[in-house]
């Protein structure tokens, strides 16, 4: 009996529900906002399916494959970096085809608000030759989701599922559906479609041709690509979130929303721009859509007036096209709040110790990518997951042993184990000498505290052997593995001297939990004002819960202090006192 109910929902989660619904068997992902929340979400429904935290995005889009072809339906999600790791079962997928319905979900995110470039999913799956739907609201999102599937094992096609964290993070009016029962399809035997070697390869790269030809047309008749005309003056093509702002932008102009985006169906989109005076196409980030209309023959107007960066709005498209700027009134301006590390973070005393010494070090992607920023100001480089000891390997490739002494390589446990492996591999089979710090907070910290390889416990709740990252980089061939506690910043400094010091590979583990882990009472410091000196030692690794008063003395904050004890450990005065011992 179908549950027959409507709940309001995260996009987010009206994906998971769409997957669950369309009678998902096993779903592989690694955290990363705007995406992470799908399998959060999907984790509810354990009992009908099985899901997992991989270690990377490749693995997960491989793990989906496998049961692709095993017969059943199975999904990866990630956001928009991540693909670029799936990138190569990704591509060589899509020659395949599918046997269980197979669908790769990505989340881009236009305006940066988490995420090192602001990259176009619809450009790489244009390139994989991937079949790529977009929904515009939570309700399209868990509808188009079972469509996908049913649209990938008619086609034989694995299909892109491109969402945005607008998209993502908005609420919408879902009406929630019974599962569909999907019997699982049986495996034939067929290398010439299952084993990508050339010549087999070069079959199917004609068979994938002929397939997208057949999207292409039936694309045209999907209910999904709606046409909506109102006053034929202006014709807007657009999809995604950027529907909802032309349609709160400009209420009477004939729309046409798209919700498969590519292949774009050509037909459709000649009769539509055949019947309009002006022709817009309104879409975040790169010209995807414009460019193959424009190519048609289609006149239209597109970056020309819009730009190729960030989030759209209702009224940056209404004074695009219509010349009109509202007169909103400005609301009062919060102050400032720049991404600083929470207070009692283990990072920080990491970066106190290093910008202490002096030493640059090669950032990654987490959490402690916030040690670029003042006052730490120790971190030099950021690109993307593990690229932190490659990187270091690479400068000392160029510049010789010397140069990389007053350097470090810093990485998460869970980035460690995301492709930080791969490279610290490389460094020992190269014969490099650096210094890697593997800051072990135990957690995926930075999309929400999701659990890893190395941490004991799966996606669903399962308790599971843990990686033991010490004996990881023992058995690559690292002999110096030394692990000390983040806030013994004495000890932290004596062996970072050390070990930038030899002519071989180190590795030091900070290993100490995420202080947002713990539920239990923090201890409670405070500061004596009149055995303050006022050096500002204590301030230097600028925790939040440290200000000054007016007088230059310190103040702690106790509704923002968590007990670490790093301002305790640098006051040589005594200005600074434990006065409640926290739990154990």
Known sequence: MAENKKVIMLG????ARGAYEAGVK????????????????LVKYKDSLYCEWSPNEKVATEVAIGASVAGVRAMSCMKHVGFNVAADPAYTVSYMGVNGGLVIVVADDPGLYSSQNEQDTRMVARAAQLPVLEPSDSSEAKEFMKMAFDLSEKYDRPFVFRTTTRLAHSQGLVELCDPVE?????????IRKTVMMPGNAKLRH?????RNLELAEVANTLPINQVEMNDTKIGVITSGIPYQYVREAMPDASVLKLGMVNPLPRKLIEDFASKVEKLYIVEELDPVIEEQVKSWGIKATGKEIFTVQGEYSANMIREAILGEKLDLKQPAQAPGRPPILCPGCPHRSVYYVLNKLKMHAAGDIGCYTLGAVAPLSVVDTTICMG???????????AKGKEYIKNWVAVIGDSTFLHTGVNSLMNMMYNKATGTVMILDNSTTGMTGHQDHAATGKTLQGDPTYAIDIPALCRAIGVKNVIEVNAFDIEK?????KEEVAKDEVSVIITKTPCVLLSKKKKPLYVAHADKCKKCGMCMKPGCPAMTKNEDGTVHIDDTMCTGCGLCDSLCKFGAIELVKEGEK
């Open 12 to 15: 987010n989660e009206a994906i």
């Open 182 to 190: 999907v019997p699982d399809k049986p495996y034939v035997k067929d």
């Open 387 to 397: 690229a932190s000891i490659s990187s270091l390997h690479g400068m000392e490739k």
């Open 206 to 210: 004609v068979e994938i041709e002929k």
């Open 492 to 496: 932290l400094e004596q062996v970072v």
């Open 26 to 41: 096993v779903s592989a992902a690694y955290p990363g906002t705007p995406s992470t929340e799908i399998s959060e979400n």
